[in-house]
């Protein structure tokens, strides 16, 4: 009995050290949430209801973040300046219409900004997405900044041509600024997913930073254009909980995201089924 108390003393002893270092491994991490849709009528991992966001929203003003852009950000990283305390940074992919409907005027309600990476070659071609009047209403209002998310969310992983990943990551921003007469810094990897050759059509592309999907925070190094997102989606139910979960447990749960991606990869997802993760 002695020794199993203290086999047990010594594992809890471990196991605290261990999430200790986690997190102080993290302290100056920034967490950058990576949203979709939400709207009321489409049923899947991607969307939140208006409802769960609006709570999530109101968390977020009540509990004390300070809700930065990806400008600022880059701006306190390079100049060494001092962050606001609680900061984070909210992001949407795609730009379907709800952003307009149902995301704009609740970031309006709490007084937040956010960075919408738009899919241009969708804009003014389908109902369920975004015209360019509207993005540029949404831009011009303060609440929200334009950015790219490629021309036609094709994957760069699976682009060969460097001249093709050149007119997706280019296109796009020149597509933005044209319309919108002003300035394209950031560019969404299409499902978060790039090549080292991306990272550096970004540059050449005049881009300060690119984004990936990973549930791990954001940090000053190393290089920006992989910077991490962690995605409020993942599952069809969208609590306040798990929300909170992901927002304040990132260091913990980011490596475990990564084990679960990494069995599935090698063909083991009944293993990674065992694992659970918000």
């Known amino acids: 009995m002695r020794r199993l108390f203290i086999f047990l003393l010594i594992f809890v002893s471990a196991v605290g050290s261990f999430l200790t270092w986690l997190f102080l491994r993290e302290k100056d991490g920034v967490p950058i949430l990576s949203y979709h849709q939400v709207n009321d009528i489409d049923q899947n991992a991607e969307t939140l209801t208006v409802e769960q966001f609006d709570a999530q929203m109101k968390y977020l003003y009540e509990s004390g973040y300070n809700v930065i852009t990806p400008d600022e950000l880059l701006d306190a ?29 609740i970031l309006q309600k709490y007084r937040m900004r956010a960075t919408f990476f738009v899919t241009t070659d969708f804009v003014n071609l389908y109902p369920n997405y975004i015209t360019w009047d509207q993005a540029r209403e949404m831009q011009e209002s303060g609440w929200a900044d334009i950015e790219s998310h490629t021309l036609n969310q094709k994957l760069l992983t699976e682009i060969t041509s460097r001249d093709k990943v050149w007119e997706q990551l280019y296109g796009s921003k020149q597509a933005i600024e044209w319309y919108l007469k002003k300035p394209v810094n950031f560019i969404a990897y299409p499902q978060g997913k790039y090549t080292v050759e991306a990272e550096n059509v970004s540059k050449e592309a005049g881009y300060r ?9 954001a940090h000053k190094e190393p290089q920006h254009y992989v910077l991490t997102r962690i995605p409020i989606y993942g599952a069809n139910s969208h609590t306040l909980f798990r929300f909170k979960m992901r927002l304040k447990y990132s260091p913990l749960f980011a490596p475990i995201q990564r084990l679960k991606e990494r069995l599935i990869s090698d063909g083991n997802p009944e293993v990674a089924d065992l694992i659970w993760t918000p």
């Open 77 to 105: 990283w390079e100049n060494d300046t001092q962050l606001p305390e609680n900061p984070v940074v909210i992001t949407f992919d795609d730009a379907h219409i709800d952003i307009y409907k149902n995301v704009y005027p």
């Open 209 to 217: 930073a690119g984004f990936m999907a990973d549930y791990g925070l």
